[in-house]
């Protein structure tokens, strides 16, 4: 059941109980390809949907790239493709609907209005996109100084179909593709009696483009310039801050490395971000999460990546190519989860022998990683001593990164695996948030130079 295209070395880690990968030189990508036939694709249509234009591609590519979209949910606020994108700029709002009466008994607290966007964005090659957001008004009114606050809660989507999304479940009841990370910690409740507005985006895009962090950090960044759009009186002079946690920490990550060069714009009003379990560094992921009960995860994100980045495509074997273009590809997090009982290793879905080392692997874990780029705000970063799946290191890199690049930065290594410390390092993180949108400064504690 896991999906999986060849991208990635991986070898795992002892405390994971790895399944040992095929050695390199066996000639298994023929093996593979002899016993599995391509899925019948089919050409290209003769106008190819905007989702899935690949120019430059050969056809084979394309018609693949329109195989592994996600299905359309009938709802046309997430599935339709505006017309009009190339005379739009980032942020702007294409659409905005009113969802009270379908969201306000979901969120846990008392609410004024909900409202969702969908803003003009970019993917992650720059091309014209669209995002999604479910904006949360409390009823509670703001006393502090300033216009109301708004926490930006990216939520751990995980998931390949757009069913699966917090905006899809707010407009639309619970179902049986929600998410309960969606609701538990309970962020969006706190916040909201706390008084603070909180902006919710579908941050992976119309593609579902999982784990892909340029996507989502667009997709963050223009959701919060499309709210001050939409209602510059309320919110014109709001500060914000972000918080996520594992996939909802790539959202986040991606989108405070990318305020100084895409939204500089917003560089004096996003006063805080909060990232926890983060996966920071995916060639690390390679090592810990592939092969093992992790691995229906690890080869969920590759294909969300591949539905952006073609040149994951071209390296599919046919199995990867059945799986990728199944049912499997609107599965949500619970499914992807699941598949981890295969213990099945990416290298089994490559056309070509240790596809691990291969020059595409190391280009992509290099722009992936976005070394280099400073948070265009201060940060708060934890994760679990005890996690294996994510581990430490990861956070530690990038809070001595950041720190380097002159960043004000705290780290807290909490209690914890993965799920643990999602527990274990929450009250920290939410009071570190709290002080931010309250106007007080952020501590810096990064070590001497």
Not at 152 to 159: C, G, H, K, S, T
Not at 419 to 428: S, W
Request: proline fraction near 10%; glycine fraction near 10%; charge should be negative.
């Amino acid at each position: 059941m896991a999906i999986a295209l060849a991208v990635s070395p991986a070898r795992g880690t002892a405390s994971a109980q790895t399944a040992v990968p095929s050695p390199p030189g066996t000639g298994l990508p023929a093996i593979v390809d002899s016993i599995v036939p391509p899925p019948a694709l089919g050409p290209p249509p003769r106008e190819v949907p905007s989702i899935a234009a690949a120019p430059g591609e050969p056809a084979g590519i394309q018609a693949l790239r329109i195989a592994v979209m996600p299905s359309d949910v009938g709802d046309p606020f997430f599935d339709r493709w505006p017309d009009s994108l190339g005379d739009s700029a980032n942020g702007d709002v294409l659409e905005m609907r009113d969802v009270t009466a379908a969201a306000a008994p979901l969120v846990g607290a008392p609410v004024r209005e909900v409202r969702q966007l969908k803003v003009r964005t970019t993917d992650a090659v720059g091309v014209p996109s669209y995002a999604t957001a479910t904006l949360i008004i409390p009823t509670r009114p703001w006393t502090g100084a300033g216009g109301r606050p708004v926490l930006v809660n990216n939520l751990p989507i995980d998931a390949l179909g757009r069913a699966c999304t917090p905006g899809y479940t707010l407009a639309h009841g619970l179902n049986l593709s929600t998410n309960v990370a969606d609701f538990v910690p309970p962020t969006t409740a706190l916040a909201a009696l706390h008084g603070y507005a909180v902006l919710i985006p579908d941050h992976e895009g119309p593609r579902m483009a999982y784990a892909e962090p340029y996507v989502a950090g667009h997709a963050v960044l223009d959701t919060i310039r499309g709210l001050r759009r939409a209602l510059p009186d309320e919110f014109g002079a709001s500060k914000f801050a972000m918080t996520g946690y594992s996939g909802g920490a790539i959202a986040t990550n991606g989108a405070v490395k990318l305020i100084d060069s895409y939204a500089p714009d917003l560089a004096g009003d996003i006063v805080g971000a909060a990232l926890g379990g983060v996966p920071a560094n995916f060639e690390m992921l390679t090592r810990s999460m592939n092969g093992n009960l992790a691995t229906g995860l690890f080869h969920g994100a590759t294909l969300g990546i591949a539905r952006e980045r073609t040149e994951i495509l071209a390296l599919a074997n046919n199995l990867a190519q059945q799986l990728a273009t199944s049912p499997l590809k609107d599965q949500c997090v619970v499914t992807l989860g699941a598949a981890g009982v295969t213990f099945l290793p990416i290298e089994v879905m490559a056309d070509i022998d240790n596809p691990l080392a291969s020059p595409q692997a190391r280009e992509l874990y290099r722009v992936m990683k976005m070394a280099g780029m400073a948070s265009g705000t201060p940060l708060y970063i934890y994760n679990g001593a005890q996690e294996f799946w994510i581990p430490a290191e990861g956070a530690r890199e990038l809070f001595l990164e950041q720190c380097g690049l002159g960043v004000p930065a705290v780290y807290r290594e909490v209690f914890g695996e993965h799920l643990i410390a999602a527990v274990t390092g929450y009250l920290g993180a939410l009071h570190w948030l709290d002080d931010r949108l309250r106007g007080i400064p952020a501590p810096d504690e990064c070590p001497p130079a």
